[in-house]
């Protein structure tokens, strides 16, 4: 059996385990929730009286930064709390190929998630004439960004056996990446550090480069930032759990 085909299979089985047990459908019905009360009640979608929907994906950085480290603390973790991590390696899937197989199907979840809140295109769709073309690069920029978040979870999760340890070290990593970009933080770096720096740090951060495909531009720029971030994550904890196995 191929490679492609051992994601394959490994990537469904993961993506079933996920609605075998109240995980997924936790995480969708508290993503949908905190998605209405932040669009409707904090983000003014009425009361703006725009034909957008600026006021939800405006949220977005901010309810991945806990959700979906809360999602990805157990993708490695609990294979090595239950020690199930041992027969997983026994079996003729390499490490790589697990690895995968877990982003993907996570990703999917959260792919499902942003699918399910379609409700809130069509009800923008009645009440006035938006742009659907920058609302459909909104939605892939969101995934994007939440499989970005969704690697450093899982590498923190390989990085610990402790669910609760994976998952702070996971929001703190985040918060980083998301802080980064701020203006808050930029301006505290202006006049001690070189422009050319504080545009590194500024080119660091989700927030920037999703801000920049939510205004409707897909550049290559942007989507590749979010990938390089996907990969050197899963890469690192790849490296991790090889390291372990090894050990």
């Known amino acids: 059996m191929n490679s492609v085909s051992m994601i394959s299979i490994l990537t469904k089985r993961e993506f079933m385990s996920f609605f075998a047990t109240p995980v997924a459908y936790v995480f969708i019905a508290i993503f949908l929730i905190m998605s209405g009360i932040m669009t409707f009640?904090?983000?003014?979608?009425?009361?703006?009286?725009?034909?957008?929907?600026?006021?939800?994906?405006?949220?977005?950085?901010?309810?991945?930064?806990?959700?979906?480290p809360a999602f990805a603390m157990r993708t490695w973790s609990e294979e090595r709390r239950s020690g199930t991590i041992e027969l997983l390696m026994t079996l003729p899937v390499t490490t790589t190929q697990a690895m995968i197989a877990k982003f993907l199907s996570a990703w999917l979840v959260l792919g499902l998630a942003l699918v399910l809140t379609f409700p809130l295109w069509l009800t923008i769709n009645y009440l006035g004439q938006p742009d659907n073309g920058v609302i459909f690069a909104a939605y892939i920029?969101?995934?994007?960004?939440?499989?970005?978040?969704?690697?450093?979870?899982?590498c923190m999760s390989a990085l610990s056996k402790s669910q609760v340890v994976a998952f702070i070290l996971a929001v703190t990593v985040s918060f980083l990446f998301v802080l980064s970009g701020s203006d808050a933080v930029l301006s505290a770096f202006k006049g001690?550090?070189?422009?050319?720096?504080?545009?590194?740090?500024?080119?660091?951060?989700?927030?920037?480069?999703?801000?920049?495909?939510?205004?409707?531009?897909?550049?290559l720029k942007d989507v590749g930032y979010f990938l390089i971030v996907i990969v050197s994550w899963l890469f690192a904890g790849l490296i991790i759990i090889e390291d372990k196995k090894a050990s």
């Open 41 to 68: 009640n904090l983000g003014g979608l009425y009361e703006r009286g725009q034909a957008d929907l600026l006021p939800f994906f405006n949220f977005h950085p901010w309810l991945y930064l806990f959700l979906v």
């Open 141 to 154: 920029g969101s995934w994007l960004m939440a499989g970005a978040f969704l690697a450093v979870g899982i």
């Open 192 to 219: 001690w550090l070189p422009t050319a720096l504080i545009d590194v740090v500024a080119s660091l951060s989700f927030l920037q480069h999703f801000d920049a495909i939510a205004k409707g531009v897909i550049s």
